[in-house]
């Protein structure tokens, strides 16, 4: 999420979700921290989403429900994979979405839009010139400059050089391809590996990959027509958002073609492919269950060609190989990168990010999408290409930059960082939580109930509870020598310690104890009953 | 581990240790499960150790240990490596490491074995040509076709050719790159990029790779010499290592060039170079110690030039992302792949595997060293060499091929799978502990401590303790409401309930509770005291 904002006005760009890194223990999502905008809920006059991808859209029913009826502006097809999601929030009420053209302008408090096409792997996906006060500033939103994409609509390189024109301020320019030399290949370059796929297979063609690669479903249908293969769609995410796209006009699907699932499976194995969801090792995902067995329609099979048209994103590598060595067991073919160009980037690599900077001259210039390392790579292109070093920022989330009088600086960083979304909780887990959870995953914990006798000692050996630390049931002796070990070592405190004094002591006697005999370290919770 | 049976007689080669998987929460290494040959200890009458990289030798401790006295064949480095690693064990005395040259024949039982020359990245490694009663069987080991190495030996081809005009049985061969085309770059590739780090190089420059990359270290003590740096090393492993193979002749490191790593820190940055280990993200190794401050006396700085001579083993790529992002952070310059070519791989690709095969010809194909996506791969470039598919063996690890009478078959797979290794205990964890694990990492848990009145009712509202699931300090009322709801659910339980059936009622009672409440399911354990 982006945030722009002069005197008291507030243009908000984007609000998208973040697979949890992996020791992020128990997180289903991340989305941004924007606790710095709660103060100046007023302010804020208006949301822009650049394009239907969840790292771009994914927060938005959080975003809504904190904003509601600041007006949201978009593509056509971005509204209607947004209401999609909203709808499914139950928050659709709460505000409303105004499309306009991808070359289409809005007045927003003093900022002036103008949507411009970039392309990308979904159709309808704008940059945009934001005309402040301050200057004219791009932001590149997800770009690639293919020239001949999959819906036929090349980015606009005149509205490009007119913003140049005009003299850009700043350029926010997208950095997740900037540590790789070169031009990332168009969409239609993976169209021969596909054909080789269908032409070859003798049996299902399923073809995975993200819900909303709407482009990659044209391109599919378009194969399946040509092979003579019926198409069925796996994955509800990935069915609502085809409907949409069909009903918009944005897929061109001919009649006929595409059949449900549960008659696909009937039909002969050659006649059918079949589109489905996972690719990124997802358990619960349609792949991700066709390689364990537990998708009620699909399972993986020999004769199946299954291809993963996605690149796994990075931290999710170890999934989704795990998910490509289950679908060869069970005997399948899968076609995945390196083994065939089954997927291209949908961003720009070195060479088109030159471009855009080239075609911009911006005075500015701030690396935006990606992490540290990506933002420092883009960096470094942009002094490359002769932007004095003083005039590119390289900063992480939170950092704003403030313009006066036509010149920049950084100001300090905004406390924040992740919201981490967990079940129906919102921002309710923190460090410390994740921390018990890291501690708990590693070693898991032991209980230990102790009571007291008339006297105050001990009654008896403490009972012992442990779980993630030993298998209890193989682990009998080992535990009553625990139990015993810490009657022993308490067996000299006065009948009158406090519950607390003996606790401290009971865990001090037991993490000494179990370090030296396993050297783990369980979290230990005492308890005097 | 490979083992090679006939009647009586068991042949073991190598026993290495692999990185733990992501979901294999708290587990610090996994060693291969050679229970099947627990009842065998008596028939095995060698083992042979390839080289001295970790995934090849570092299970050799727990090897030694459950078979005492066995001896050990290996080249010299490897054996000088082993012996550091079974010292540090304390169970050197245990065995005895006989070292053969790199075209050393030994016979092991009814086994001859014949070594012979193979490139990688450390020196003396070989490849095994195994003649058994029943045929000639190749075991190429971790290769690649290096034709430049570092250390100037380069791959046996005589030998291969002499395999081939004996007639091999069966070519065992290493799959890590057969997903990828082409041919892996020789290790004298990366001499330019690294040349290139060190004439820009205005501070330090600091080179992390694996602590038994001997090739490296040599390329490194070149290099620096050439640039006028001293060089000193960081991180134990790779010291000792590095001693070791300097004592035998391995490393040619020119006098007066090491320095102490207190001393060069005292140095003018651009006289000193240092070689680190920690390039797979591990965080208590020198380079995550350096990016997040935690190093006695290297700390990323401003000036730094860190290369990462080494690519993310699969699934630590997101450790590796996060220590290159801080060192940046901390205004290092940091070098890795892709952004210049400072690591190749030591293993062959495509191009190299089919050259393997061709050269010796063998009956048999059976791919090793991979997940089975890469063995799926290898056996594919086989095929097409014109190896019959049913002479080719795409099996997993513990699957027996047997060889009579010059035919092969696969026999059923021997249960087992990984041993893990979580502290000093070896093979205790298993997937119950493992799914408790994976439990406490989602949700942590919720402990319910119920007191019984003198009717056998609840005395009071429960006491309840969490950790992992929310914030306790944050969470008090929504504690004490689920606190109420047990009790006020249980109140008409009959007093003479027992203790289990008061505990099965509570759990069910906050199971549901807290699931409709925060759609988390932290594990619930009832305690009556």
Redesign the interface.
């Known amino acids: 999420m982006m945030a722009y904002e002069y005197g008291r006005n507030i243009l908000l760009v984007d609000g998208g979700i973040m697979f949890p890194?992996?020791d992020m223990?128990?997180i289903d999502a991340v989305i941004p921290d924007y606790s710095y905008l709660k103060d100046k809920r007023d302010l804020v006059r208006g949301i822009i989403v650049t394009h239907g991808h969840e790292d771009h859209t994914g927060a938005m029913p959080y975003v809504v429900k904190d904003f509601p009826n600041v007006p949201i502006y978009c593509t056509p097809l971005t509204r209607g994979l947004l209401e999609i999601k909203l709808k499914e929030a139950k928050i659709l009420d709460k505000t409303t979405i105004n499309a306009l053209p991808t070359d289409g302008t809005v007045n927003i408090g003093p900022f002036k839009v103008e949507f411009f096409r970039m392309c990308h792997s979904i159709p309808d996906n704008v940059g945009l010139g934001i005309t402040t006060p301050a200057g004219l500033i791009v932001h590149s939103g997800d770009f690639k400059f293919d020239h001949t994409p999959v819906d036929g609509h090349k980015p606009d390189f005149a509205k490009l050089a007119e913003f140049a024109g005009r003299g850009v301020l700043a350029l926010l320019s997208d950095s997740t391809n900037a540590?790789?030399?070169g031009i990332t290949p168009s969409e239609r370059d993976i169209e021969p590996a596909l054909e080789n796929v269908f032409r070859d297979a003798e049996g299902r063609v399923i073809v995975a990959t993200f819900a909303s690669l709407i482009s990659r479903v044209q391109q599919v249908v378009n194969i399946s027509e040509m092979y003579g293969r019926k198409l069925a769609i796996a994955g509800a995410s990935m069915m609502e958002n085809i409907k949409i796209a069909q009903k918009m006009g944005y897929l061109d699907i001919p009649d006929g073609i595409l059949v449900k699932l549960e008659d696909a499976v009937k039909m002969p194995p050659h006649e059918v492919a079949v589109m489905a969801t996972g690719t990124q090792g997802e358990p619960s995902a349609v792949l991700g269950r066709m390689a364990t067995g537990r998708h009620s329609l699909l399972n993986a099979m020999p004769g199946d060609s299954i291809v993963l048209s996605a690149h796994p994103i990075?931290?999710n590598?170890?999934y989704v190989?795990?998910i490509?060595?289950r679908l060869?067991?069970k005997g399948a073919n899968?076609i995945y990168s390196?083994?065939a160009q089954v997927h291209v980037s949908g961003h720009a690599r070195q060479e088109e990010q030159k471009l855009l900077i080239s075609l911009l001259r911006p005075k500015y210039f701030i690396p935006v999408h990606g992490?540290?390392?990506m933002l420092?790579?883009h960096g470094r292109l942009a002094r490359q290409l002769g932007i004095p070093a003083d005039n590119i920022f390289v900063v992480?989330n939170g950092t704003p930059i403030e313009f006066t009088d036509g010149r920049a600086r950084k100001l300090d960083r905004i406390p924040g960082g992740y919201v981490f979304v967990?079940?129906?909780?919102v921002g309710?887990?923190?460090p410390?939580?994740i921390r018990?959870?890291?501690m708990?995953?590693?070693?898991?914990?032991i209980?230990l109930?102790m009571?007291r006798n008339s006297q105050g000692g001990l009654a008896n050996d403490p009972?012992i509870?442990t779980?993630?630390?030993?298998?209890m049931k193989?682990?009998e002796d080992f535990l009553k020598t625990l139990a015993q070990s810490v009657r022993e070592e308490l067996k000299n405190l006065n009948g009158t310690a406090s519950d607390t004094v003996l606790k401290e002591k009971a865990v001090d006697v037991l993490n000494k104890f179990v370090y030296s005999?396993?050297?783990?370290r369980p979290?230990i919770?005492p308890?005097v009953?």
Chains 1, 2 share one sequence.
């Open positions: 890194e992996s223990h128990g540590e790789y030399p990075p931290g590598e170890e190989h795990r490509i060595n060869f067991q899968v390196p083994l992490e540290l390392r420092t790579a992480e967990d079940g129906s909780g309710d887990i923190g410390m939580v018990d959870r890291e708990l995953a590693r070693d898991g914990f209980l109930v009571r009972e509870i779980r993630g630390f030993v298998y193989d682990s005999e396993t050297r783990r979290m919770i308890v009953a």
